[in-house]
């Protein structure tokens, strides 16, 4: 069952969002732990970052399952901030696949990588899973949870039409389908007002009185403002603290414990400085980051316009995107005439079949159109490497900024990772 009356989307077979699967897969396995759930189009990884973070330095037992995975598909799961280890997560997803097969369940991907996830949480004890949801809400995989003590609902923007509906309205219809009667849920209140309606009647709808907005906590907000964190960082923290709190009232919530073990935390991806050195063999800083939607990359332009373009008119982009993404809205946000831009194809995601990379071509044409100089243009094709390098030379020294995609991410983390290794 789809929920978007949108033309057929090309990865229709890959995605097929329901909860009747999913709940055959898991027949067999308790769910013997209590759930934070958190749903939005942005923010929502970085918040089960913060919770998990939270819950693990309060002494409590905590896994973690976000999505898509960075670098290897088993660090998705995490156990007490550490990834699950990988011969614990093959053993178990072999386990699924098996019954999947057995019992001609039919699962998607992402329904086995859950199941996975739910298994090991079971297997190993914990006491808490923080969840990320993987597509919408209502009808995504992990709604299929049993004991859920707090939902998280971030911030909602256009992405995913083609599954989840047209409007940012059915957008947060589908979202708040993660809400159930008696259990609190923490809401992002800097969202339009039409997406707090919709989350508001729908509360009602399913009996959910306990609606909660960490705006209204001013001084908690002021607190973290005066630490510098910028401004969606604030409403995501604000909102992990808030439910950090609610799914753990007798745990000590004082913010003089509490933000510096966020402080510590680097969600990567995200605004996230790193040196090249170990892939391009000199220093150079970039900043790494996955904004792959018009909202993100709104955040993103705000981040590089006051820490980048205040000292330097030029921004040297490495650039890839997800056939499908809103290319457009990316470009209008981040790149002027200024700038140089190279464009790069990131490689197969592992387990994710569905996922494809735009051709460069077409980025390059979307700089162009935007009033970057063909000159201050280059296609790197499917070499992830040769980008940063081109990007390195470009730029000199002004700034570098690789965005447009999470897998263009994880591809460059690999990259560093493997050049790393090599050097051990």
């Given at each position: 069952?789809?929920?978007?009356?949108?033309?057929?989307?090309?990865?229709?077979?890959?995605?097929?969002?329901?909860?009747?699967?999913?709940?055959?897969?898991?027949?067999?396995?308790?769910?013997?732990?209590?759930?934070?759930?958190?749903?939005?189009t942005n923010g929502k990884g970085s918040i089960c970052a913060?919770?998990?973070?939270?819950?693990?330095?309060?002494?409590?037992?905590?896994?973690?399952?976000?999505?898509?995975?960075?670098?290897?598909?088993?660090?998705?799961?995490?156990?007490?901030?550490?990834?699950?280890?990988?011969?614990?997560?093959?053993?178990?997803?072999?386990?699924?696949?098996?019954r999947d097969q057995d019992e001609k369940i039919g699962a998607t991907e992402f329904e086995l990588l859950a199941a996975t996830a739910f298994e090991i949480f079971h297997r190993l004890k914990v006491e808490y899973g923080v969840i990320e949801v993987g597509l919408g809400g209502k009808l995504d995989a992990t709604n299929i949870m049993e004991h859920k003590s707090v939902t998280v609902i971030a911030k909602i923007g256009l992405d995913h039409q083609s599954f989840l509906g047209n409007t940012i309205e059915e957008i947060a219809l589908q979202k708040a389908g993660i809400i159930r009667s008696g259990v609190p849920?923490?809401?992002?209140?800097?969202?339009?007002?039409?997406?707090?309606?919709?989350?508001?009647?729908?509360?009602?709808?399913?009996g959910s009185l306990e609606l909660h907005y960490p705006s209204s906590d001013s001084a908690l907000v002021q607190v973290l403002t005066e630490e510098g964190y910028e401004l969606h960082q604030v409403q995501n923290l604000a909102c992990a603290f808030l439910a950090f709190r609610l799914a753990c009232p007798d745990l000590d919530h004082s913010m003089s414990r509490l933000l510096p073990i966020v402080k510590q935390l680097q969600w990567p991806g995200r605004l996230q400085r790193i040196d090249l050195f170990p892939i391009i063999g000199r220093h150079q800083e970039a900043l790494l980051d996955g904004a792959h939607n018009s909202q993100s990359a709104e955040v993103l332009a705000e981040y590089v316009n006051k820490h980048y373009r205040s000292r330097s008119q030029q921004i040297t982009w490495v650039l890839a995107a997800s056939?499908?993404?809103?290319?457009?809205?990316?470009?209008?946000?981040?790149?002027?005439?200024?700038?140089?831009?190279?464009?790069?194809?990131?490689?197969?995601?592992?387990?994710?079949?569905?996922?494809?990379?735009?051709?460069?071509?077409?980025?390059?044409?979307?700089?162009?159109?935007y009033g970057v100089d063909t000159q201050n243009t280059h296609n790197s094709g499917d070499d992830v490497r040769a980008a940063l390098e081109w990007a390195s030379k470009a730029a000199g020294d002004s700034p570098i900024v690789i965005a447009g995609s999470l897998y263009l991410v994880s591809s460059v983390l690999r990259l560093m990772r493997e050049a790393e290794s090599q050097k051990v």
């Open positions: 069952m789809l929920v978007s009356s949108s033309p057929v989307h090309p990865n229709i077979a890959m995605i097929d969002l329901g909860l009747a699967r999913i709940g055959h897969l898991l027949r067999h396995t308790p769910q013997t732990w209590k759930a934070i759930h958190v749903a939005g913060y919770l998990s973070a939270m819950l693990n330095a309060s002494g409590v037992s905590c896994a973690r399952f976000t999505s898509p995975h960075l670098i290897d598909r088993w660090d998705c799961i995490t156990i007490n901030e550490k990834p699950v280890p990988e011969t614990i997560f093959r053993q178990v997803e072999g386990l699924v696949k098996q849920c923490v809401i992002d209140d800097s969202n339009e007002s039409s997406v707090l309606r919709v989350i508001q009647d729908h509360a009602k709808e399913v056939k499908g993404k809103d290319v457009d809205s990316i470009m209008s946000h981040n790149v002027q005439p200024s700038d140089q831009v190279t464009a790069v194809q990131f490689g197969p995601v592992d387990g994710m079949p569905w996922v494809k990379a735009e051709d460069p071509v077409n980025l390059i044409n979307q700089a162009i159109r």
